[in-house]
């Protein structure tokens, strides 16, 4: 054990640093504050119905009815107790808590890739700071992306197993990639993941080449046959969340529209190419890599006393607290962008470097990195640059089942360190042998530092400082202000004020590319020990990078917990009148706030809203066709409906209308008409009596015995047991009848049974389930049995039981191999 921790002191420093930094960053995380973030709330709000059934029960259910009327709960929280990642994380996450655990994620995993890489353990640790310290990878914490960090997280380990396997170490490698891959797919963040295998594509691209160009390509197909084992296994630990996960996603927002005229406007199986490029990075904008403040921050950027823009305000006649508000709310970004939280910013002096590998670095992992970088940036730019964007969004498998392509620069935040450090690293092993090094590392000064010399002396040479909506912000504030002429000098006020952002920011790095320049100058001139220059240069790119990290999120993102938990206390008068009705399953709609965009009511009420980036897609062609221009009381009543709540405008107070003529729980029908395809479908429940007619497509009738069905006359149905995922039911009727349901129709794994008989479900009126019983006096039970979700629990749990054992034997053979090295003494 002794000789153990001799052999590994230098790493369990750097990771006890790296756990240092951590907490210094965070000292609100370890005094038990957490951390402020919207979509953890509007998650919590979206998960607490699971979450109390699970307290009841002991087990999860899997279907909620607090959103969108009711969808699969594996899209809102999934348990997954057969995955063995479950335990990783869930035993990671009890040690540290969030977001240190995010934090230390991205350095741990990034120093294991410079470490695979073979580069000094400090060169490895200042590679991490850079990558995990990014702009983004901070303002995705703070915006509450959770499963999108954590799936950035491992990103580096995912790479580290293909470039081990890659280099003869077939087995350890394949082993971390199934490990790693298997934590990424855990997280479900998809799209993460299918960026990076683009990047990892282009990487196995140029193996090949090299492998066809050298004659060696029985290593590279046995390389890529342990990689492909070791996803295959990763997939399989995750069968029981990837299976659910892709029969819901042909029927969600991502899958194809059910409506002829939305689906002329939607991509083949994806979204629609505008959806898609929503948040499409500015061509112009990716100038924040290297000055964060060029495009004017984002939303927490704030003007201050001393902006153009307030003093403005206070020289015609307001109060400067009033003026400081005022400035404080103007909109400092001015890209292309509907809004951003903030900019990708890489560090100035990881730029400085990232741009000196360009041209230093020899070997294949430089195109790799050059060819990948380059392709992300050009997808990041979406249809701001859409020769290449349409390229992929037309032909490319899956590509178009994504948005916010900016996202695409994740993997950019990896890469750029990556070659910054083989930058670095080959200044310290091979500077001596780089020909004319001192003229490439002054050309890069030349280009850099003039580049941002040129922004603060004369920003508006280069950048406008104007959004392509800049003239209709000045009409719009000169209607609001009444106006024309103060509303063009407040707009010119805030131009300057953006171009002085800009200005400071460019000075600022500046200062970090002259400060790398030299440093970089005085360890190839000798001056400086290779250590002494690497240690250096990660203080200073963690000086850099943690002050723009600062600007998005810092202490003032933190609150009690109590503090936080009252978002979700019941102190609406509203809602606790609402909650004394014991019904188990009436729906609400609160007009008080964006409905379908906010899940805060789903905490307290099953809600026909909610905050989900992948509603079923039959329920939003509903909101799109009956409640985006008016409201559709007819289908608030098939939904159950039973409470409005709006706001009194004049007393400034919510208030309930109980609305009667919601349908229940279940009903009987008096009619079923049968229509021929889902647009007339749709335009049947524009106007009807849900309680009297019931709209069934065609596709049904093998289902229906039309000659038995009957008025409903003196029949009931009734909701006597309630679970989201098993409801039972009890009816009476003297005949045949059609009963509908108010619970949303999706047929990948409800099943129905009468007296425990399974029947078949009919879907009526656009979403809903229905079923033609039997007369009599009968049970119906429905139970949610996805065998998707089961078998993928059996799936996963012997994947991991074979992925634990893997590990063992790798562990064992490294230990015996180790231990057979050792030179015998011999007397």
């Given at each position: ?6 052999n ?7 990771i ?12 609100s995380a ?8 919207h ?5 919590q ?10 307290a ?6 899997l ?10 709960s594996?899209q ?22 969030h977001?240190?655990?995010?934090v ?5 995993g990034?120093?294991l890739l ?11 640790a ?28 491992f ?45 990892a594509?282009?990487l196995?691209g ?6 066809i ?21 990763a997939?399989?630990?995750n ?18 529209s ?5 689906n ?13 490029y929503?948040w ?9 890599f290297?000055?964060p403040?060029a ?7 704030r003007?201050?006393?001393e ?11 307001a109060?400067?607290n009033?003026a ?11 890209g ?26 020899r ?19 979406g ?6 964007s349409?390229?992929?969004f037309?032909?490319?498998p899956l590509?178009n ?6 996202s695409?620069l ?6 750029v360190p ?17 020909k ?6 002054l ?10 010399l040129?922004?603060a ?13 800049h003239?209709?912000?000045i ?22 004020d953006?171009a ?6 460019a000075?600022?790095?500046?200062l ?22 690497v240690?250096?240069?990660?203080v200073?790119?963690?000086i850099?990078?943690w ?9 003032d ?20 009148l ?5 019904d188990p399953?009436?729906r609400?709609l ?6 379908f965009?906010?899940?805060?009511t789903?905490?307290?009420h ?7 980036a992948?509603?079923l897609?039959?329920y ?20 159950n ?7 009194d ?27 021929k ?5 749709m ?12 709209f069934?497509?065609e596709?049904f ?8 069905l ?11 047991s309630?679970?989201?995922d ?5 009816y ?14 999706y047929?990948k ?13 009919l ?5 809903l ?7 009599g ?7 949610f ?13 012997i994947a ?7 590990s ?7 230990t ?9 003494k011999r007397?």
């Open positions: 054990m002794k000789t153990w921790f001799n590994n002191s230098t790493h369990l420093a750097v006890g640093i790296f756990i240092a930094i951590c907490f210094l960053y965070f000292p370890w005094q038990g504050r957490v951390l402020y973030q979509d953890v709330l509007q998650a709000a979206g998960q607490k119905e699971i979450l109390d059934i699970k009841r029960d002991g087990d999860m259910p279907w909620t009815n607090s959103m969108f009327s009711g969808m699969p594996y809102v929280l999934m348990e997954l107790p057969n995955n063995i990642t479950t335990y990783l994380m869930r035993g990671f996450k009890a040690i540290f808590p977001p240190i655990d995010v230390l994620l991205y350095l741990l990034a120093y410079f470490s695979v890489l073979k580069v000094r353990p400090w060169l490895a200042v590679g991490a700071i850079a990558f995990a310290f990014s702009s983004y990878n901070f303002i995705y914490i703070e915006a509450g992306h959770a499963n999108k960090t954590y799936a950035i997280a990103m580096a380990p995912i790479l580290a197993g293909i470039l081990l396997a890659f280099r003869g170490n077939y087995l350890r490698g394949a082993l971390l990639l199934a490990l790693a891959m298997a934590l990424e797919i855990r997280v479900n963040h998809i799209q993460v993941t299918y960026y990076l295998f683009l990047a594509l282009i196995v140029i193996e090949l080449y090299h492998a160009k050298e004659k060696r390509l029985l290593p590279f197909g046995k390389a890529i046959t342990y990689q492909l084992a070791a996803v295959i296994v997939i399989a630990v069968a029981s969340l990837l299976w659910p996960t892709y029969e819901y996603s042909k029927e969600s927002l991502r899958g194809t059910n409506l002829k005229t939305e002329a406007q939607r991509a083949d199986n994806g979204v629609s190419r505008e959806y898609a929503d499409s990075q500015g061509v112009g904008e990716s100038l924040t290297l000055i403040n495009y004017g921050g984002g939303l927490h950027t003007l201050d006393a902006s153009n823009v307030a003093k403005l305000v206070i020289s015609k006649g109060d400067p009033q400081l508000g005022f400035a404080a709310n103007m909109p400092t970004y001015w292309e962008k509907q809004f951003t939280s903030g900019p990708w910013y890489f560090g100035a002096g990881v730029m400085f470097l990232f741009i000196l590998g360009l041209i230093i670095v070997g294949r992992l430089k195109w790799w990195l050059a060819g990948a970088t380059v392709l992300i940036l050009l997808l990041s730019w249809r701001h640059f859409p020769l290449v349409d390229l992929f037309d032909y490319f590509y089942k994504f948005r916010a392509v900016e695409i994740s993997i950019a935040t990896l890469l990556i070659l910054a450090v083989l930058a670095l690293n080959e200044l310290v092993t091979h500077g001596n042998n780089i004319n090094l001192e003229k490439k590392v050309y890069v000064l030349y280009g850099l530092g003039g580049l941002t040129l922004i002396l004369l920003p508006d040479l280069l950048l406008s400082f104007k959004s392509s909506s003239q209709a912000m009409q719009q504030y000169g209607q609001q202000l009444r106006d024309n002429t103060f509303a063009n000098e407040l707009m010119a006020a805030l131009v300057k953006r002085a952002l800009a200005r400071a920011d000075f600022r790095s500046l970090f590319v002259v400060a790398t320049f030299a440093l970089v100058w005085l360890l190839i001139k000798h001056k400086l020990k290779p250590q002494a220059a240690v250096l240069l990660g200073l790119v963690l850099d990078l002050g723009v990290d600062k600007r998005y999120l810092n202490e993102r933190f609150a009690d917990k109590l503090q936080l938990n009252r978002q979700f206390v019941p102190e609406r008068e509203v809602d606790k609402i909650l004394m009705d014991k399953n009436y609400v609160d007009l008080t706030t964006s409905p965009m906010d899940a805060r789903s905490y307290f099953k809600s026909i809203g909610g905050y989900h992948a509603k897609m039959r939003q062609e509903v909101i799109e066709r009956q409640f985006s221009s008016a409201i559709n009381e007819d289908v608030l009543d098939m939904l409906t039973r409470y409005l709540i709006t706001r405008n004049n007393q400034n107070s919510e208030r309930i209308q109980r609305r009667n003529t919601a349908a229940g729980n279940a009903w009987f029908v008096e009619k079923v008409t049968l229509v395809d889902n647009e007339e479908e335009q049947a429940i524009n106007g009807f009596d849900p309680r009297k007619e019931a069934v497509h596709e009738r093998p289902l229906l015995d039309e000659k038995r009957g008025s409903p006359v003196n029949a009931s149905i009734e909701l006597t309630y679970r989201p098993r409801l039972v039911y009890e009476s009727t003297p005949h045949d009848a059609m009963a509908v349901f108010s619970e949303i129709w047929d794994g409800w099943k129905a049974y009468v007296d425990g008989e399974e029947q078949p479900i879907r009526a009126n656009y979403l389930r229905a079923m033609q019983l039997p007369g006096n009968h049970k119906v039970e429905f139970k049995e996805p065998r998707s979700y089961h078998l993928g629990e059996t799936i996963s749990l991991s039981i074979l992925l634990v054992i893997g063992g034997v790798a562990i064992w053979m490294e015996k191999g180790k231990a057979a090295r050792v030179p015998v007397g």
